[in-house]
């Protein structure tokens, strides 16, 4: 079978791309996270101007493609001097700009998710809060964020999901990821069908891997809180 | 039941202390007008109830105490102070406050001790071992001491109320605000929150109390006030509204509440 045959051969190259797909991946939802929580508390801010900017973030980010957010963030802070040298192979100067674009297009998608979790919080709650004499931000931390991280994380293992699927765009500004090191292997056995199917496996194969791991996560935290 | 007659006797002595005075209270909640001009006075030791058909704003009214609502005219003394006036420090005026809600509002990521010991280690800043003991007594107060390892979700309705009123009592507030404690109770479990209120009352808690008990309107309350369409429209002691209510509006309300067979 084709399939095994180029596995076998070029099993090299798939795997190393895989690595480097899992390294955007992780530190794309780690900064994205970050920023999403920063963007939320914004949408969530009494003050106008903040408020504001992070609607139109979010209304920006979620409009328009993500490999033109990515071209957009890649040439427009070609100004910075990234530092040199190459991570895994691939080089810094390169996937810094990536992990940045997919970070911020990340963001706003968590962002909502943040929001909307802390927004199912019943009213209640901060009532109650806010009644014993806290003030926004104690009820914010000792009472409503505690109940919206039980919305918010499944949500978030979704878009940790979503993104290792994501990364696949980085290709574009040539770094040797899955989708990349694919075409490498398909330009050197004309032979594309397989290879999709390699990778298309690894890919499945990642996600369910992380689907189990975030289960065994719910299912803890759940047991911790009655 | 000597206790309760020096108590009441303390009641009297401090009565003419005025808590809360109100006075053109006006609340819209965009062109609905839902408090209409209230003028009152809530004194010291006083068990006010609020009685009044649905939608007439006794929910608003008794939220405005608070300042849960803020009101769209009018101002409110409490102790001499003005906090409609704009940045008076809300979470102070709330510390004195307790409010205890229909629907409890426990808090649901907390035990029932951590629920009473909160607000008194983050807002008052008292030391937890103190605040155990604090929230230990309490909840013997409440008659569920048993209960303080438990988790709301866990709890009866009955049993959530009695735990929101600890928690209410453990700031030591100079008020009690109740808005339908006993509304979203099974029929059973009723009376068991009713005689603790009751038990505060005699104490001599001051409390504003809305409530469609009627029974525990007759008995508990020092003064009955009935609300009808943003307004108060009458006001007096339990005899009065009940056996010789002056408005058309209060006969027909109470014909409607209280069934006589
Ligand atoms: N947040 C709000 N926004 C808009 N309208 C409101 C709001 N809260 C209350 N209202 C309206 O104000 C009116 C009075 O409401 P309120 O809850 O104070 O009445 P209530 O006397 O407590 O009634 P109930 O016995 O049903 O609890 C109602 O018509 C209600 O629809
Ligand atoms: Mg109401």
Same mark, same amino acid.
């Given at each position: ?34 920023? *999403? ?14 408020? *504001? ?35 895994? *192979? ?137 | ?23 053109? &209270? ?66 102070? @005026? ?31 800043? %008292? ?11 309490? &909840? ?64 001599? %808690? ?5 409530? @469609? ?19 108060? &429209? ?12 002056? @408005? ?9 509440? %209280? @069934?006589?067979?």
């Amino acid at each position: 079978m084709d399939i095994l045959e180029i596995f076998t051969q070029y099993y090299d190259y798939f795997l190393r791309g895989t690595r480097t797909t899992i390294l955007v991946a992780i530190v794309t939802v780690i900064l994205g996270t970050v920023l *999403g929580c920063a963007i939320a508390l914004m949408r969530l801010s009494k003050i106008k101007l903040l408020k *504001g900017f992070s609607r139109l973030y979010i209304t920006v980010i979620r409009g328009t493609p993500m490999l033109v957010q990515l071209y957009i963030v890649y040439y427009q802070l070609n100004f910075i001097s990234y530092p040199n040298g190459k991570i895994f *192979g691939v080089a810094l100067d390169r996937v810094i700009p990536c992990i940045l674009a997919l970070s911020m297009n990340s963001a706003a998608y968590i962002a909502e998710v943040i929001r909307s979790g802390i927004q199912a919080v019943d009213i209640g709650q901060t009532e109650a809060a806010r009644s014993c004499g806290m003030n926004g931000a104690q009820a914010m931390r000792y009472i409503v964020l505690p109940q919206a991280v039980k919305n918010i994380l499944p949500a978030i293992g979704n878009e940790f999901v979503t993104m290792v699927k994501e990364t696949s765009i980085i290709q574009y500004l040539g770094i040797s990821d899955l989708m990349y090191n694919n075409g490498i292997v398909i330009t050197s056995t004309y032979n594309p069908l397989p290879c999709y199917y390699i990778s298309a496996i690894i890919y499945l194969a990642l996600n369910i891997i992380l689907g189990k791991g975030l289960n065994i996560f719910e299912v803890r935290m759940k047991r911790s809180e009655r | 039941m000597e206790n309760s007659t020096e108590k009441n006797m303390e009641k009297n002595t401090e009565k003419n202390a005025i808590l809360f005075e109100i006075e053109g &209270l006006c609340k819209n909640f965009g062109d609905v007008k839902v408090l209409k001009n209230i003028d009152e006075t809530i004194y010291k030791g006083d068990v006010m109830v609020v009685i009044g058909p649905s939608g007439s704003g006794k929910s608003t009214f008794i939220r405005c105490l608070n300042l849960l609502e803020t009101p769209t005219a009018g101002t409110i003394v409490f102790e001499g102070k003005n906090i409609t006036e704009k940045g008076y420090n809300l979470n102070f @005026h709330r510390q004195k406050v307790g409010m205890v809600f229909q629907q409890f509002n426990l808090f649901n990521n907390l035990s029932v001790m951590e629920n009473v010991t909160i607000s008194l280690e983050k807002v008052k800043k %008292i030391a937890p071992k103190d605040a155990r003991e604090k929230a230990v007594t309490l &909840l013997k107060r409440v008659g569920l001491a048993e209960k303080a390892d438990a988790y709301p979700s866990q709890l009866s309705g009955g049993q959530k109320q009695r735990i929101a009123i600890a928690r209410a009592l453990a700031m030591e507030p100079d008020v009690m605000l109740f808005d339908e404690p006993t509304s979203a109770l099974d029929p059973e479990m009723v009376g068991e929150v009713l005689q603790v209120i009751k038990n505060l009352a005699e104490e001599g %808690i001051t409390m504003v109390v809305v409530t @469609h008990e009627m029974g525990f309107a007759r008995k508990v309350a020092s003064r009955v006030v009935f609300m009808d369409d943003g307004k108060i &429209l009458e006001e007096g002691t339990p005899e009065d509204i009940f056996e010789h209510p002056v @408005h058309e509006r209060t006969r027909d309300f109470l014909a409607k509440v %209280i @069934h006589v067979i």
